[in-house]
């Protein structure tokens, strides 16, 4: 599994197995989050260090025939952190059960803050003395399965982040606001595209707006942290533990301060942060009015006060803040209250101060069921203290609620093609055309590969698979273990029993010559239009035309989803027929081991066949989005989905800068337009979800009645 994109089901079962050991054990998710993120981190922190371990000892200088030792310097300098031989996650996990776990892990943790200042107290380290000798030994050998062990980039920064978003889902700590999802900070991260300079986050939680940030610096082939200035702020110590150690898991650093941001500014950066990203805690009507009514954060004045002498509500005095620290060319994107955008009285006018300004850019609308501990819709602002003089009286609507992707029953959030596709809206409007065809283009390359996989490809271990090949030969031998019965049954359909099975027979012995046929001719049209997209244009109109030629395969790849799947079931429904009325499994020529067995080979198979094959579909119907949207590669209304509006349209609707207010609603989709694969994925999602839950309520209430004695 070296790719970030196949470590989801590695993900899944790590948090499946620590919370098991939690389930099963006394402690609450409270008091089982630090140990485990602290291990989780110096897991991280072992797969960096021996990662760069080799590079640096080749390059290591020599005296005398004597090599110099590793230092901390060397490892910072490929941004990775030293372990001492105590601190190694190996040397942990060989500890026999005779040895004090917790003393030993509380060692590694306090070398590492030794050598790391920035680190200092930050650790866990008491808190591994609660857990039993047993569980700590069990959690570190979850964390460090084989198969972690081969793999290449930030893996561990992303089960370090999805750690959190389990817990932030359990609200283990803080009720679960120290954490905002990495669909929506990804997205504000790539809109405002810090290049560098000072990052500021006045609600920094876990600092997931840092590793994003530095993400979209790394994309384009450069060094974060010499690149960018992480500052932020955080009222809660744990929740700034837990950001310092995710910045270090990423090989970054930071200057975090534990500070009340609505009172205090110990950084100083009053129009100094060249940008801004923050999610802070949403209409909080306990800001008091005299302690900030002089604060020159607030430019555009207070936004009201109740009769306690409390801001009315906290969120436009966010707003201003964020606003008032960016400098002359500073950007800024945060989460906010979808109520914000449309506040009246005191809160209008300064809205209306803001958007006089010119320095408001972009409004999106994103739908409710994307964070952890509110179900409430949401919406991201942006703000460009630069903006070119045609887009100053004029601020880009986008409505994004009808863009999500189920990833529970009760969360959502962004696939990565919905998030680069609603960023391909922000780069037409910046005039970035080139990106727009770029995307374009990317996803037909992307969709005649994953054609071209349905034949050959790598799996997740590195082996080569043959998926459609591999459907055909694992169904025609399951075909020929059934066979042997099938000649011991009379051949007169006036006899019942011969009579049974042959329908089902038949249908399946004239489909599979089809099938076969139909996948030779897909893989002709596949290597065809690879061999036409070598000389393929990029400009708009010729992509078009490309999105038009590959429709047609994009259909047959759905086809033959269907066409895979039907075959399975006839051959079930064959087997079923001879197992249940013909008394298959009483005749020495059934040979119930080998059917078996190959019937789990072929379901396997055609799983994988019909896993690649829908994402051919998958990836056309990508670049057709966008070509049906904006076929001019030119920024235009889209009715539901985005509106350019200029100021005096703003001034009209009372100020307001709610994207619904302004786009329209989208035509509703007619029947045939209707995604059968998508709903019935949701469903299985909802499924697996109540599943799930049934699992954990079972235990819970099992666990009560051991309390209880009964």
């Known amino acids: 599994m070296a790719q970030l994109e196949h470590i989801e089901a590695i993900e899944k079962r790590l948090w499946s197995a620590a919370d098991t050991l939690r389930a099963n054990s006394n402690y609450a998710s409270n008091e089982y989050f630090m140990p485990v993120m602290g291990l989780v981190f110096l897991r991280h922190a072992y797969s960096r260090y021996l990662n760069v371990k080799d590079d640096i000892e080749a390059g290591l200088p020599t005296r005398g025939g ?173 929740t700034i533990r837990l950001a310092k150690m995710n910045l270090a898991v990423h090989g970054l650093e930071g200057d975090i301060q534990k500070s009340i941001t609505y009172y205090e500014d110990p950084h100083e950066l009053l129009r100094k942060a060249d940008f801004v990203m923050a999610n802070p805690p949403f209409n909080v009507d306990e800001i008091d009015a005299d302690k900030v009514k002089s604060d020159p954060r607030l430019p555009f004045g207070l936004p009201g006060v109740n009769k306690k002498g409390k801001v009315s509500n906290g969120n436009y005095v966010w707003i201003s803040y964020f606003y008032s620290y960016l400098n002359e060319q500073g950007r800024a994107g945060f989460v906010m209250s979808s109520q914000a955008s449309s506040a009246g009285r005191d809160e209008a006018k300064v809205r209306q101060k803001l958007v006089e300004t010119g320095d408001v850019d972009i409004m999106a609308a ?116 059934v066979e042997p019965f099938l000649k011991t049954l009379p051949k007169d359909a006036s006899h019942d029993v011969g009579a049974i099975h042959e329908s089902p027979l038949c249908e399946l012995d004239d489909a599979i010559p089809l099938f076969k046929v139909d996948v030779d001719a897909f893989r002709k049209t596949v290597s065809e239009q690879q061999v036409a997209w070598e000389t393929q244009k990029t400009t708009n109109g010729e992509l078009k035309k490309a999105v038009d030629r590959l429709a047609p395969l994009a259909e047959t790849s759905r086809d033959l989803v269907k ?57 056309w119907r990508q670049a057709h989005w966008l070509t049906e949207r904006f076929p001019e590669a030119k920024l235009r209304d889209v009715v539901g989905l985005v509106k350019l509006v200029d100021r005096a349209e703003v001034e009209s609707n009372d100020w307001s800068l709610t994207p619904g207010r302004y786009v329209g609603v989208a035509p509703e989709e007619e029947d045939e337009g209707f995604d059968f694969e998508e709903a019935l994925r949701d469903i299985h999602v909802e499924l697996e979800d109540l599943n799930a839950e049934a699992v954990q309520l079972a235990a819970t209430i099992k666990r009560n009645f051991v309390e209880l004695g009964v």
Not at 96 to 114: L, N, T, Y
């Open 366 to 481: 994103i739908r409710s069921n994307f964070f952890y501990t509110r179900t409430v819709p949401c919406e991201l602002w942006f703000l460009n203290r630069a903006k070119p003089e045609a887009h100053r009286d004029k601020v880009l609507m986008i409505d994004a609620r009808n863009i999500y992707r189920k990833v529970t029953r009760k969360i959502f959030d962004f696939s990565p093609e919905q998030e680069q596709n609603l960023l391909s809206i922000v780069w037409l409007y910046r005039g970035e055309t080139g990106r727009y065809l770029d995307l374009v283009a990317g996803y037909c390359k992307r969709m005649l590969a994953e054609g071209a996989a349905c034949f050959t490809m790598k799996d997740d271990e590195g082996e080569t698979v043959e998926p459609l090949p591999d459907f055909i030969g694992a169904l025609a031998t399951l075909r020929g273990a």
């Open 563 to 619: 066409q895979t799947d039907l075959l399975y079931k006839l051959i079930c429904r064959l087997i079923e027929i001879c197992e249940n009325e013909c008394d298959a499994k009483g005749s020495d020529a059934w040979a119930s081991r080998d059917i078996t067995r190959a019937r789990k080979a072929t379901d396997e198979a055609r799983a994988l066949a019909v896993g690649q094959l829908k994402q051919v579909r998958y990836f």
């Open 66 to 238: 004597k090599t110099r030792p590793l230092t901390k310097e060397d490892f910072s300098q490929k941004s990775a952190i030293f372990l001492q031989p105590k601190a190694q996650f190996d040397t942990l996990v060989a500890l026999p059960d005779s040895v004090d776990r917790a003393k030993a892990i509380i060692d590694a943790m306090e070398s590492i803050e030794e050598d790391y200042e920035s680190l200092r107290g930050v650790l866990p380290k008491n808190e591994y003395q609660e857990l039993d000798n047993g569980v700590l030994g069990q959690l570190l050998r979850t964390l460090n399965p084989e198969e972690l062990k081969r793999v290449s980039g930030d893996v561990f920064g992303r089960i370090y982040e999805y750690f959190l978003t389990q817990f932030a889902d359990q609200k283990a700590h803080d009720g679960g606001e120290f954490f905002t999802p990495v669909s929506l900070v990804s997205l504000i991260a790539n809109v405002i595209e810090p290049t560098g300079g000072t990052v500021l986050d006045p609600a920094c939680g876990s600092g997931g707006m840092f590793v994003q940030s530095a993400r979209v610096v790394e994309r384009r082939h450069e060094n974060p942290t010499e690149k960018l200035t992480f500052y932020g702020l955080e009222k809660n110590a744990t």
